[in-house]
C-alpha cells in the first residue's frame, strides 16, 4: 500500500509562514493528541491500554495537567498508577529482568525512522533511559504517548517534504520564498536528502543551506534592533519586525513556540 503523505498539511505548514513549518505541524499534532486523550477517549478501553503502557513524559504531563478536565486526568493516571504498582511489585520478587520487554523501546536512528522505524525520544547512545533493572521506571520519557504519536508522523513529514522538493518544482520556489526551518528541523531534513537524493537531486542542497543562512541573518538583524532599540536614542525608533525577536529567535535556535499561550480545553 502506498504510503500516506502529508501533502495538504505540509501546504498548510508553509501557508502559515512560521518561522518552521515542522513546528507548526508539531504544535498542532501534540495539540490534537492531548485533546484526543483528554477528550473522550479516555474512558475506551484500547486507548487508556495504550497510554497506561506507555506513560507520558514530564514536557506532556504538565500539559495535561494545563489542558484540564481533572476527571479525565484522574482515570488515566489511576490506570497507570495501577500499572506502575504492579510492575515495581514483579521488580521487587524478581519477575522484571533488566531489557525484558517492560523496558523503553530503543531509540531508532534517524534514519531508520524516516524510512518507516519509530523515533523513541529516550537516548540509547548512553545506554537508553529505559535499559537495565528499574528502567522502565524512567521509561516514560522515552515511550510517551504523545510524543510518540508525533514521531511516528514526523518520519511522515520529513518523508512528504523529500517527495515535494523531488516532485513538484513549484513547492521547491515556495519553500526558498519562506522563512526556512527551526536549526533541529533543519537538520533532520538535511540528513534525509541527503540519504534519500540522488546525486542529481543532491543539487538542491546548497539552496536549502542559502534558505536557511538568509533567514538566520533575518533573525540576527531583528535580535540586534531588539537591543539597539533599549538605546534611549532609538527611543522613537520603529520597532521594525522585533517586537517579538525573542521567541522567534528561541524557536529558530531550539523549536518550539516559547510564547505561545497555555494549551487549554475550550
Ligand atoms: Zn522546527
Ligand atoms: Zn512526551
Known amino acids: 500500500m502506498k504510503e500516506k503523505l502529508y501533502t495538504i498539511e505540509v501546504m498548510d505548514a508553509l501557508k502559515a509562514a512560521d518561522e518552521c ?13 492531548i485533546a ?11 486507548i487508556r491500554a495504550e ?17 484540564g478536565n481533572s476527571l479525565g486526568n484522574a482515570w ?5 498508577m495501577d500499572r506502575v504498582r504492579g510492575l515495581l511489585k514483579d521488580q521487587a520478587q524478581g519477575k522484571i529482568t533488566p531489557g525484558s520487554a517492560v523496558s523503553a523501546g530503543k531509540k531508532a536512528s534517524f534514519l531508520s525512522q524516516i524510512s ?12 537508553g533511559k529505559g535499559n537495565g533493572e528499574g528502567g522502565w521506571m524512567k521509561a516514560s520519557e522515552g515511550t510517551c504517548y504523545v510524543c510518540r504519536r508525533f514521531e511516528e508522523a514526523y518520519g511522515r513529514i520529513i518523508r512528504t517534504f523529500i517527495y515535494l522538493i523531488q516532485k513538484e518544482p513549484e ?10 526551518f527551526c536549526l ?28 536557511m543562512e538568509e533567514n538566520l541573518e533575518r533573525i540576527q538583524e531583528d535580535i540586534n534592533w531588539f537591543i539597539d532599540k533599549f538605546d534611549y536614542r532609538n ?12 521567541p522567534r529567535t528561541m524557536q529558530k535556535l531550539v523549536g518550539g513556540y516559547p510564547a505561545d499561550p497555555v494549551f487549554r480545553q475550550k
Open 36 to 46: 484526543f486523550v483528554l477528550g473522550a477517549s479516555y474512558m475506551e478501553d484500547d
Open 184 to 211: 533541529p528541523h533543519f537538520a533532520d531534513l538535511l540528513e534525509a536528502c541527503q540519504s534519500g537524493f540522488s546525486p542529481e537531486e543532491q543539487k538542491v542542497i546548497p539552496a536549502l543551506y542559502q534558505l
Open 116 to 127: 518507516g522505524g519509530i523515533r523513541h525520544s529516550a537516548d540509547s547512545s548512553s545506554g
Open 21 to 33: 513549518p515542522c513546528c507548526y505541524l508539531e504544535r498542532k499534532m501534540e495539540q490534537d493528541t
Open 171 to 180: 513547492f521547491l520556489e515556495k519553500l526558498k520564498a519562506s522563512k526556512g
Open 51 to 67: 497510554t497506561d503502557q506507555a506513560g507520558f513524559c514530564r514536557h506532556h504531563t504538565k500539559m495535561m495537567y494545563d489542558y
Open 76 to 80: 488515566i493516571l489511576k490506570t497507570r
Open 235 to 246: 527611543k522613537d525608533a520603529d520597532w521594525k519586525t522585533s517586537q517579538d525577536a525573542i
